[in-house]
C-alpha cells in the first residue's frame, strides 16, 4: 500500500508576529510550532511518522508566505527512500514567498538507499523583495554499515521559477558519474545551498554574500571539496562533496550563521532539533 501525504503551511504577518496555519492530509504533518526568537520569526518541524518512503509513496509541501512573513521550516530527522520494485517514491515542494518575506528551507538530509527509485524535488517562486535560502544534502546508500547505493536511481530538482534551474539523474550503475574525478569522484554525499532573492542582487551584496560562505568554507575541513558561485544575478549557490553527511550539515550550519548575520542582522539560533 502506498501512502499519499500533503501539507499546506501559510505564514501571516499580523502586527509583529509571524503566525501560521497548516492543513495536512495522510502521514505528513507539522510537530512544533516555536518562536525561539520571538515573535517575529516561526519555526516549524515537520514529520513524517512512517519514517520513509517506497514505491509508489509521495509526498506533496506548499508553503507559502504573506508580505513580511519570517519562516523557518526544518525536520527532525533524514528523508529516506526505501527500496522500489516499482512506481517510484516522490517529495515535492512548491515555495512561495511574497514581497518582504523570508524563508529559510533547512531540511536535514536526504537517504537514498540501495535499490530506491526517487524523485525529489523544490520549486521557488520569489516576488520581488522576496528572500529564501535553504539547501539539499544527499547521501547515496550507507556504505559504512555495507549497504553502498549500487542499484536504484535518484531524481533531483531544483528551481527558482524562470531563473534558475537544475536537474539531474543519479543511477547506480553510472561508474563514471559516481566515481569519475570528473563526477563524483567516489564521494558519497553531496550538498547544494543556495541564497535567492526576487530582484536581481546588488553587485556588493552578492559579493558580500560569496564572500562569507568562502571564508567559511576556506577554514573548514572540506575546502577541498567545496565552492561558492553567483551563477545567475539573483542566485548564490555553495556546494559541496563528501564522504560523511554530519560534517556537510556542520558546514552548511556555518554558512547559514554567516549569511544571516551578513544579509539580515540576526543570530544563527538553530533550531533546537539540530542539537545532535
Do not use: K
Not at 558561485?229 to 556546494?239: G, I, L
Amino acid at each position: 500500500m502506498s501512502w499519499h501525504g500533503r501539507l499546506a503551511l501559510h505564514y501571516r504577518r499580523e502586527g509583529g508576529r509571524t503566525t501560521a496555519l497548516d492543513r495536512h492530509h495522510g502521514p505528513l504533518r507539522v510537530l512544533q510550532r516555536l518562536y525561539p526568537e520571538g515573535p517575529g520569526i516561526c519555526h516549524h518541524v515537520l514529520v513524517h511518522p512512517p519514517g520513509g518512503m517506497v514505491g509508489g509513496d509521495r509526498l506533496e509541501i506548499e508553503a507559502t508566505l504573506e508580505a513580511g512573513a519570517h519562516a523557518l521550516v526544518t525536520t527532525p530527522s533524514a528523508t529516506r527512500y526505501y527500496r522500489s520494485t516499482g512506481a517510484p517514491a516522490s517529495q515535492q515542494a512548491l515555495l512561495r514567498v511574497a514581497a518582504g518575506a523570508r524563508l529559510e528551507w533547512l531540511p536535514l538530509e536526504t537517504l537514498a538507499y540501495r535499490g530506491c527509485h526517487a524523485h525529489n524535488g523544490v520549486q521557488l517562486h520569489l516576488a520581488p523583495g522576496a528572500e529564501a535560502m535553504g539547501w539539499d544534502v544527499l547521501a547515496l546508500g550507507l556504505p559504512a554499515a555495507g549497504r553502498p547505493f549500487d542499484s536504484g536511481r535518484f531524481h533531483q530538482h531544483l528551481e527558482l521559477s524562470g531563473v534558475w534551474l537544475e536537474r539531474g539523474t543519479i543511477d547506480a550503475t553510472d561508474r563514471l558519474l559516481l566515481d569519475s574525478p570528473l563526477g563524483l569522484a567516489g564521494h558519497r554525499v553531496l550538498a547544494t545551498m543556495w541564497w535567492a532573492e526576487g530582484d536581481a542582487l546588488a553587485p556588493a551584496r552578492r559579493q558580500a554574500l560569496l564572500d562569507s560562505a568562502r571564508e567559511v568554507l576556506a577554514a573548514g575541513p572540506l575546502h577541498r571539496t567545496a565552492g561558492a558561485t553567483a551563477p545567475q544575478p539573483r542566485v548564490v549557490v555553495v556546494r559541496l562533496l563528501t564522504h560523511g553527511v554530519e560534517p556537510v550539515l556542520h558546514c552548511l550550519m556555518a554558512v547559514r550563521a554567516a549569511w544571516r548575520r551578513q544579509a539580515w542582522a540576526l543570530a544563527p539560533n538553530p533550531p533546537r532539533i539540530w542539537r545532535f
